[in-house]
């Protein structure tokens, strides 16, 4: 292999690696919009549970003993 065949394979690489490093960003980029949507979702379960939780103890305090 003499030192064109070499660069060339180098500069194929390269940009082989390039195009990785591109999708790789866009997969990151998606999964923190997933995480956030996650958490997102969580805190607004988290709210709706603790108003159930809420009214299930109002209405166990005011049930007669």
Do not use: C, W
């Not at 030192?3 to 940009?15: H, K, P, V, Y």
């Not at 995480?35 to 997102?40: F, M, Q």
């Amino acid at each position: 292999m003499n030192i064109d065949q070499r660069i060339e394979a180098l500069t194929m690489n390269l940009e082989l690696l390039t195009r990785d490093i591109h999708d790789l960003q866009g997969v990151v980029k998606d999964l923190a919009n997933f995480t956030k949507d996650v958490a997102v979702g969580t805190a607004r379960l988290l709210v709706a549970v603790e108003a159930h939780e809420q009214r299930i103890s109002d209405l166990e305090g005011k049930q007669p003993q």
